[in-house]
């Protein structure tokens, strides 16, 4: 058989019905159609979907892995995500949880550009954890906002990335934005020796998101902030593939809405499709993840996977300076932690409390 992607799935389903509801899965992803109905002995050898195994996780779930035409992806992110969950993420028995890729389909997405050292390099941090806040809220004019960046800046913080709502509303057009948070930045590393980069909030069509990366890298910007689901998974790796002398954060927003556990969706795929960072919940803040999902997320983004740079874990979510030494030794050394909201309730003691936060991540196991 040609190479193949083995995709592995979590179905609710009794003992009996199980291997019908596998093979049922096999077909719906392959070529959704009675198999009977099918003559050509390509379709039938190559690229109807198999079932690969069975295993009995328990209390009624069943882990269920099939085999798919690597083929059949047409290489392309939108297509592989509908090979992997297409049709199947509707039905709400079944979760998509892990996928095992032939080596040239990982290679013509290439995954991060950048990863991990690159992030690195941009701030001159060699081996501490990095360091990160948000621009917010939404509704201040562009002045306002780079106000905020520059003391954020001041403060000593690594990375300040838009708010994922900041768009390019009329209130605070993404140009004029970006020029005013960028030349803040700039003023602030200038005034204090830093090195803080600013990533601002892509939004829009593919057009739109192309002519945003130009304008930023026409301000000096060398790190963007993408929430792969709202764009779409093929717009995000061609801007990946488009501007390779930029860093990608990726931004989970609308990942909760579907059935594919967040190791995969966050870490791996996100990664797979140039994510050089992933920003989530870490657990005990705004959201629901486990202590065991942020693990598994951090090590798909990070860990050894087909030879792809790895990815740096974000977590997020409502987290405070308070958490860092908790953050820290859940972690370890390779993560940026993301304090954002608690930060900016400090009002005009801003720059003191971020440089309190920086401290803190800087001074843990020192």
């Known amino acids: 058989m040609s190479p193949s992607l083995i995709v592995t799935y979590h179905v609710q389903s009794d003992a009996a019905a199980i291997e019908a509801r596998a093979q049922a899965i096999a077909v719906e ?123 954020l800046a001041l403060g000593g913080v690594d990375f300040i990335k838009d708010d994922h709502g900041l ?37 829009g069509n593919l057009d739109q998101l192309r002519r945003q990366a130009k304008v930023a890298r026409d301000h000096g910007i060398d790190t963007l902030l993408a929430a792969p689901m709202i764009l779409g998974l093929p717009a995000f790796a061609a801007l990946v593939a488009d501007f390779p002398d930029m860093a990608f954060i990726a931004h989970p927003a609308m990942a909760g809405a579907t059935a594919i556990r967040p190791p995969l969706l966050l870490g791996r795929l996100f990664r797979l499709f140039g994510a050089d960072a992933t920003v989530f919940p870490h657990q005990g803040g705004r959201f629901g993840y486990s202590a065991t999902t942020c693990r598994d997320l951090a090590e798909a983004a990070r860990g050894e996977w ?27 050394d390779e993560v940026m932690l993301l304090v954002g909201g608690s930060l900016l309730a400090a009002g005009p003691r801003l720059t003191e409390e971020t440089a309190a936060f920086v401290h803190r991540v800087h001074a843990h196991g020192t």
Not at 123 to 150: F, N, V, Y
Not at 316 to 323: F, K, L, V, W
């Open 29 to 151: 992803q392959s070529v959704e159609m009675p198999v009977e109905a099918i003559d050509d002995a390509f379709v039938l050898g190559e690229i109807v979907g198999q079932v690969d195994g069975i295993n009995d996780l328990g209390q009624g779930t069943f882990s269920v892995r099939i085999r798919l035409a690597a083929s059949s992806t047409g290489f392309e992110a939108g297509q592989l995500l509908n090979m992997l969950f297409g049709n199947t993420s509707i039905h709400p028995d079944v979760a998509l949880v892990d996928v095992q890729l032939p080596p040239d389909l990982a290679a013509t997405f290439g995954g991060p550009r950048h990863g991990i050292p690159g992030l690195r390099a941009r701030i001159g941090a060699a081996k501490r954890p990095l360091t990160c806040s948000a621009l917010k809220p939404q509704g201040l004019p562009p002045d306002g906002l780079a106000a905020i960046a520059g003391r």
């Open 167 to 203: 768009a390019d509303q009329a209130y605070a057009p993404f140009a004029a934005r970006v020029a005013a948070c960028a030349a803040a930045v700039a003023a602030a590393n200038l005034a204090s020796g830093g090195a803080t980069r600013y990533a601002p909030s892509l939004s």
């Open 306 to 332: 087909m030879g792809l740079k790895d990815c740096l874990p974000v977590p997020a979510g409502g987290m405070t300076a308070e958490r860092v030494g908790e953050m820290l030794d859940f972690y370890g």
